[in-house]
Structures are given as structure tokens and as C-alpha cells.
């Protein structure tokens, strides 16, 4: 993957923006309608937001280390994707409507846990501290400033590829909460359907 890294930046902003979008109409809704859950092996639409905290955790952090350490340039610099940075970030994409299905590390697994709208805060906080740190992104070079992943300290990403996964990843899981509630939603219409006749 190749692109201008402003109009990279510019692209990511839009998805996270979008995504700040949908979890501020989560707000509207109740706790239950968030807690609900498809099956037991299923995520509800809280842990879904619970999962992306704990990547953003480490994430937003080493980021945002990264940028502060770089050099600063105002050069219109090409993005040119890593081989590793792309496969990761490509791994994540929703296309053509669909997401492909991957395992989760234990420590990242958040089915069953107990949340409640404290998660769907402290994901929206993140998001405006990712905005702040893609703006800081347009002025160092993404091709030369290198990130540490979750996966092992001792692979380092292009940061290009980095944001690139980590927004994805957000996108991919908020459609998952979105699956979730409408679900949820869909299953207690058909309840109260059933009552009534």
C-alpha cells in the first residue's frame, strides 16, 4: 500500500471520527441493550468497547512516545506500507461488508466481564486523545518513525502501518457492538411480539 501520508491521516481521522459518532449514540442507550449478548461465546456491545480500551492502553501510550521522540518535518512524505504493517492492518479491514474472523490473546478476552458506561467513557476519551496524536502524526515521517506491538516489544511497525491497524482494529470491533445491539434489539421485539399474541 502505497499513499500521500496526509491523505492517509486525513482517511484515518474520518473513521475516527465516524466511530466517536456511533459510540456517542451508545450513550442514548441502556445498559442492558449494551450488556446483551448474541450467545455466551459472543461479545456484547460493552465488551467490544472494553476490548479496545485494553488495546488502547498500550497502544495510544507507545504512540504518542513514539511521535514525541521523532524528528519533526513538514514534508509531504509517501506512506509505503511494510510487508508485516500491511498484513496485520489489511487483517483487520471490514470489506465488502464483511469482517474476517480471528482468535483473541487472553489478556485482550473480555467476554464476561462486568461493565458498565464507565468502558463506553473511557473508549470515547481515547478516541479524542487519537485525534490529537493523528494530527501530531502529519509532522514526523511515517515511514521512519517505528512503533513496539502488543504481539512482542521486539517487532517494531512503520507508524503509518501502526495507526492503520489500531483504527481498523477500532472499526472492526464497533461494527461488532453495532451486530450486537441490533441483535439484542431484534430479540426483545420478538419477545414482547410473542407476549402480546
Known sequence: MKMNSSQLIEDLQ???DEIIATVKHFKTLNS???NAKQSPEKWSAFECLEHLNLYGDFYLPEIENR????PKNNQNFVFKSGLLGNYFAVSMQYKNGKISKMKTFKDKNTNNSILDMKCLER???QQERMKALLADANNVDLNQVKTSITISTLIKLKLGDTLRFVIYHNQRHIIQAETAIKSAKQSTNSIVSSAIS
Open 14 to 16: 474520518a473513521i475516527t
Open 32 to 34: 442492558i441493550d449494551l
Open 67 to 70: 511521535i514525541l521522540k521523532a
Open 123 to 125: 473508549f470515547l476519551k
